[in-house]
Nanobody, 126 residues
Framework: QVQVVESGGGSVQAGGSLRLSCVVSGINNNYAMGWFRQAPGKGREFVAAISYSASSTYYADFVKGRFTVSGDNAKNSGYLHLNSLKSEDAAVYFC????????????????????WGQGTQVTVSS
């Protein structure tokens, strides 16, 4: 019954930007929104998260200030702003929500999230 809907993926040239959107419905105890990505032939990796319980954000090291995560807990919605995109950023990006609290590094474990979106494709051309 819980639904996670993502949008905003697309194709951009290297150095370009995209804004990914995520809306979660069916729950009222979404304590954090996480973003993960998976490239072809590779495992799923953590990108960024916003913790509503801790009022904090957390980013993977490879972001290097290029991405920004935001969210509105009251609306169960959020955004991942992708800037200065590189070819290695090409992947399927997933949004996820959880029933348990987390903060910092504790928000980066994909196995601790309960609900996942369908994924949205991001391609980067040079």
């Amino acid at each position: 019954q819980v639904q996670v809907v993502e949008s905003g993926g697309g194709s951009v040239q290297a150095g370009g930007s995209l804004r990914l959107s995520c809306v979660v419905s069916g729950i009222n105890n979404n304590y954090a929104m996480g973003w993960f990505r998976q490239a072809p032939g590779k495992g799923r990796e953590f990108v960024a998260a916003i913790s509503y319980s801790a009022s904090s954000t957390y980013y993977a090291d490879f972001v290097k200030g290029r991405f920004t995560v935001s969210g509105d807990n009251a609306k169960n919605s959020g955004y991942l702003h992708l800037n200065s995109l590189k070819s290695e950023d090409a992947a399927v990006y997933f949004c996820a929500a959880r029933r348990t609290v987390c903060s910092g590094y504790g928000c980066s474990d994909a196995t601790t999230y309960d609900y996942w979106g369908q994924g949205t494709q991001v391609t980067v051309s040079s």
